[in-house]
């Protein structure tokens, strides 16, 4: 008995031409999220569903935890998969399946069986009591309740014979590769990793921007970066990492503008460059872990003048959430540990005591034009000298 894994997806909004779509990007996901691993798996479509069968000896909850991350599943079943060979073979891998999947148990169940090939000899009804019957022979702790059972057998005939109970939760969303590719500003932070993530769910590829302040940052400080892009990848697939010196653009800004607006413009030259790349690397928003009044940057205004330099969308799908909240989606997909490690961060080397929490997009323009010497070369300059990395996930 090999070990196989029913994938349950959801169905709405994916009538017609886009159901293929979805169902060949899921698949492909499925492909890549289980290359990792040692054993070998076979991936199929079949009449709506998707079978993942293990062609070589698997760990089953390593698998798990891989589709876990991989959007668009809504629950993973693993199950049992037999071609047609009567009902004795049937009934010995269902007691078998069930002293695998269960080991305690002292559980109240019910068979459901749904037989779609007309030509199998016994009706459902017939399966559902043979085949309760043989479970609690071999089970005489189990007992039968058909109204509120602690464990659901399904057993599906179709072309072949499918046997499942469990149903683990997968992440939900739409599978990576279904709305295009979105470039993630991210920072060593607890927010920007949830952002990126929280867009992936939507079927958005990732590429993402760093911007490296050295010497005032550390090597540490984009390893740090290069991790957390490292585990978003396990959701959102591989990631092209681009690392830009940003040091003389801040240091220029320091040295010309008034102190109180400096984290604004840098924020406007974050998104101005951000934006070269998008449109380089064919992305088609920017995204960002901003939400409203969480610090100074982050006011309405202050969102105002960083979004009044962009064309294309900017997506900040943590708008309205707590820091909280943010720390709890944080800590569930498993960045928030390496985003708190207390390595130095471009934004917090020149920060204002006093930063303007209402900038007027007027008055930083006008600030902006102390500038016109020599920004430009220099952010030509930091787009060219960037380096590219392309992250995947471990
Ligand atoms: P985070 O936890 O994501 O760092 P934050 O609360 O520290 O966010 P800010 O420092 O104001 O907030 O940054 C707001 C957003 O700007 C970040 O979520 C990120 O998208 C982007 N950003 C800030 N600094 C950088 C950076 N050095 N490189 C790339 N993006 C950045
Ligand atoms: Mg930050």
Redesign the pocket.
Known sequence: MSKAFLIKYGEIGIKGKNRHLFENALVQQIRHALKPLEAEFSVTREQGRIYIEALTECEEEEVTERLQCVFGIVGICPVVIQEEEGFDKLAEDAVAYLREQYPDRKLTFKVDTRRAKKSFPMTSMEVNAALGERILEAFPEMKVDVHHPDLMLYVEIRKKIYIYSKTVPGPGGMPIGTNGTGML????????PV?GYMIAKRGVGIDA???HAPPYTSDRAKQKVVDLAKIVAKYAGPIRLKVVNFTEIQMYIYEKCPHDELTIIM?RY?MRIAEHFAQEMGALGLI???SIG??A??TMQSLAATDEVCNYPVYRPLIGFDKQEIVQVSEKIGTYETSILPYE???TIFVAKHPVTRPSIKVIKRSETKLQERIDEMVETAIETAEELVVEAE
């Open positions: 500003l991210l920072s060593g932070g607890i927010d920007s952002a921007v760093y911007f924020r974050m960002t872990g901003e969480q610090v940057s982050q961060d471009c934004c």
